[in-house]
């Protein structure tokens, strides 16, 4: 697949902070790329360096998208829009920053895209989510290639977060707009994201698609059962079921396999043991994100 974003041994110095250190980051055309990481981590000065905000002090990085004005877009914290202008507004002054001529057809296409209205109503009174998407149609009127949003679920409601995750998707499809968005809200990126990127103290530890990290959490499910003693049980699992056992205290233990609840039942039984509740757990990617600081963070 063709790379429209390549970062190779990136530095970044604040004086004596090093934010980022020796980045590499690769994205790929179509995707939308979830950069993952804590608050601190260097997410947003990778961003700014990427759409030349700031220069990095090491490494390069390159973009894959055509050489003319809006092909890379990006909102980086608050949306910039004027609050005293009505949505048609605000999209006529990008326009008209953007050289565009014929701005009226597509000023109210793109407001028919992200579900805005065209009405007189001011940008100052919209909600938060319908400012977001007011920057996100200020963004296309460029016809980006690469639409970067930094935490672009922050301060929103869960419909407000549904609607702007429709729209990214909705985007990446029939738009074939590559995104990367940033965030911390893991169960939102994880209905729409098709490659991750994770950093943590200046450092992109791990890139990884969706369908690798799916596959990964599908073999970690876990199988947890509360009884009411655990003695004994570690060795009747291991004897008769070949089967790791995970005595977590007293009254709950896990295994890495399903074991028939009949034939488990019978076996506890034998030993006094009474099974009272079963969950199976699967690691979602917020637990993969935790795992992996904590496998890295031995490392360091």
Sequence with gaps: MEEILSVKNLYKNFGQF????????????????????RNGAGKTTLIRVITGLITAQKGSYELNVSKRLGAVSAIVEAPAIKAGLTGYDNLKLQAILLGLKDYDSKIKETLELVELPNDKKKAGNYSL????????????????????????????????????????????????ITFIISSHILSELDKMATTYGFIDNGTVIKEISAEDLHEHANKGVSFIYKVNTTEGVKEVLREKFNCYCEIVDDKTFTTDKEIDSLDLGLALREINVKIESFEQKKEDLEDYFINLLSDEGGNR
Excluded at 18 to 37: A, Q, R
């Design 129 to 176: 989510g319908m400012r977001q998407r007011l920057a996100i149609a200020s963004s296309l009127l460029g016809d980006p290639e690469l639409l970067i949003l930094d935490e672009p679920a922050n301060g929103l409601d869960p419909k407000g977060m549904k609607e702007m995750r429709e729209l990214i998707v909705k985007l990446n499809k029939e738009k074939g």
């Design 18 to 37: 090093e934010i980022l250190k020796d980045v590499n980051m690769t994205v790929h055309k179509g995707d939308v790329y979830g950069f993952v990481g």
